[in-house]
């Protein structure tokens, strides 16, 4: 089975302070996701890699940034958190073309960030 | 600018009856219609997903309705169960490399017992 980890469930920040949110999955997809989930407005996009060191924006990418050093493993860094920022974060991966779910994206149980 | 429009927000339903949820595009582009079940405290989950080359597709007590020229799709849950209370949440991409969905804004579905 394809395992997303995220580092925190829950995660309480001061305002101003670097957030780090860190994603790993053990299924060597090249493709990984950072949603935040919000009552009212679903998953949005903030930010997508789809190699190792490649990223592309999002629909919501401001205030963030992300880091794929590895095949395995994409952070999610907010700079200087604000409160608007308060969220639950979801990861998420998907496999190559030509595997059989290349269509489905594999989540990870989510961060629930609360910033202060 | 919200590509998939989704409804009803929440939706209560009796343990045996019918559950639908309804969601619209605007991107004619978008050729994979996915949907995802998301319990409380878990990731969304891909339940069940369609081509707009079919009109429907059906696994076990799920059903997706596509229309095309009208651009909307839709889930159905057929005798619906307590277990079956969620969020669930219509996505559409267009068929890149990426696999990019957009989501719509998600439906709380509670089956009363």
């Known amino acids: 089975d394809v395992k997303v980890t995220q580092s925190s469930r829950y995660l309480v920040k001061r305002t101003g302070e670097k957030v780090f949110l860190e994603c790993v999955q053990d299924?060597?997809?090249?493709?990984m996701f950072w949603y935040r989930q919000d009552p009212g407005l679903g998953l949005r996009l903030i930010y997508f890699s789809y190699d190792v060191k490649m990223k592309e924006k999002g629909d919501i990418p401001e205030g963030y940034s992300v880091s794929r050093e590895k095949k395995e493993r994409f952070s999610l860094i907010l700079e200087s958190a604000s409160t608007n920022q308060t969220s639950m974060y979801l990861c998420?991966?998907?496999?190559?073309?030509?595997?059989?779910?290349?269509?489905?994206?594999?989540f990870g149980p989510g961060t629930r960030l609360t910033v202060l | 600018q919200q590509q998939v429009k989704q409804s009803p927000q929440s939706l209560i339903v009796q343990k045996g009856g019918i559950s639908i949820i309804n969601c619209a595009y605007e991107?004619?582009?978008?050729?994979?219609f996915p949907w995802y079940q998301q319990f409380p405290g878990k990731g969304p989950a891909l339940l069940i997903a369609?081509?707009?080359?079919?009109s429907e597709k059906k696994e076990g007590r799920f059903t997706i309705s596509f229309n095309k020229s009208a651009k909307q799709f839709s889930l159905h849950i057929m005798d619906s169960q307590p277990g079956d209370s969620a969020t669930y949440f219509c996505?559409?991409?267009?068929?890149?490399?990426?696999?990019?969905?957009?989501f719509g804004t998600g439906t709380r579905l509670l089956v009363s017992p």
């Open positions: 369609i081509r707009p080359d079919v």
């Open positions: 998420a991966s998907n496999p190559p073309p030509g595997t059989s779910s290349y269509n489905e994206q594999f």
């Open positions: 996505a559409a991409s267009i068929n890149t490399g990426f696999q990019k969905l957009v």
């Open positions: 299924m060597d997809h090249e493709n």
């Open positions: 991107n004619t582009a978008f050729d994979y």
